[in-house]
């Protein structure tokens, strides 16, 4: 079974511009979420989607958002980029609020973004 | 707080036991998650512990969790090279689903 996905796995914007990176779940999750991941902060998390709304945000500017397609793949864009958005982002899928399921978050390997 | 708390760092020799530990805050929390992450990679999910368990132990691995004191904790037996990595700790509160607070990560160095 295919592992979680997420593209581009590197990529360089410079401030002002914006970004979108998608995630691909693993076959059957329906859950995705979003984590930002810096040497200063940790990992924070960023949103959860499940069959295509939005089920828990975390606390952050309304720059980043997201969405979920029906097939469960998800993006997420930050727009207007800003210096301390340079970060990895993390998608992780789950089985979380399917019945019996036990909520582990499977990730992928990430898309680490530079802002210059 | 809501926060999760981790050491920072622990250094062991090849062949000891590793024991990382963890506090929580949120009586709450309904699993509690342990992940690996080595450099430039994502996160491995390593074992997890339901909130009514006291231990949870796999292959090398074993969880302790105290609920009276919010603590958790994990043992990695025999200790190898390739078990350096960061750990993270991370709590699910209620119903949260997709949405895990994690602590700020250990960095576990092993010596040959």
């Known amino acids: 079974k295919a592992g979680v996905t997420q593209t581009p796995r590197y990529l360089i914007k410079t401030r002002g511009q914006q970004v979108t990176l998608s995630c691909s779940p693993i076959?059957?999750?329906?859950?995705v979420s979003w984590y930002q991941q810096t040497p200063g902060q940790g990992l924070q998390f960023l949103f959860e989607?499940?069959?295509?709304?939005?089920?828990n945000k975390g606390n952050f500017p309304g720059r980043f958002s997201g969405r979920q397609f029906s097939n469960s793949r998800s993006e997420m864009n930050v727009s207007t980029l800003e210096l301390g958005d340079s970060a990895l982002y993390l998608c992780?899928?789950?089985?979380?609020?399917?019945?019996?399921?036990?909520?582990?978050?499977?990730f992928g390997e990430g898309s680490r973004l530079t802002v210059l | 707080g809501e926060d999760v708390e981790q050491s920072l760092f622990l250094s062991v020799r090849e062949g000891d036991s590793s024991v990382i530990n963890c506090t929580y805050t949120?009586?709450?929390?309904?699993?509690l998650y342990w992940y690996k992450q080595e450099p430039g990679a994502g996160l491995q999910l390593l074992t997890y512990?339901?909130?009514?368990?006291d231990m949870k132990q796999d292959q090398r691995l074993t969880v302790l969790l105290n609920k009276k004191d919010k603590h958790l904790s994990l043992r990695i037996a025999d200790t190898q090279t390739g078990d350096s990595a960061i750990y993270f700790c991370?709590?699910?509160?209620?119903?949260?689903?997709?949405?895990?607070?994690f602590g700020q990560g250990t960095i576990l160095t092993v010596h040959p």
């Open positions: 992780a899928s789950s089985l979380a609020g399917t019945s019996g399921a036990t909520g582990e978050l499977f």
């Open positions: 076959s059957g999750h329906r859950s």
């Open positions: 989607y499940f069959s295509e709304t939005q089920r």
């Open positions: 949120d009586s709450s929390s309904t699993y």
């Open positions: 512990i339901f909130s009514n368990m």
């Open positions: 991370a709590e699910r509160r209620g119903a949260s689903y997709g949405k895990l607070t």
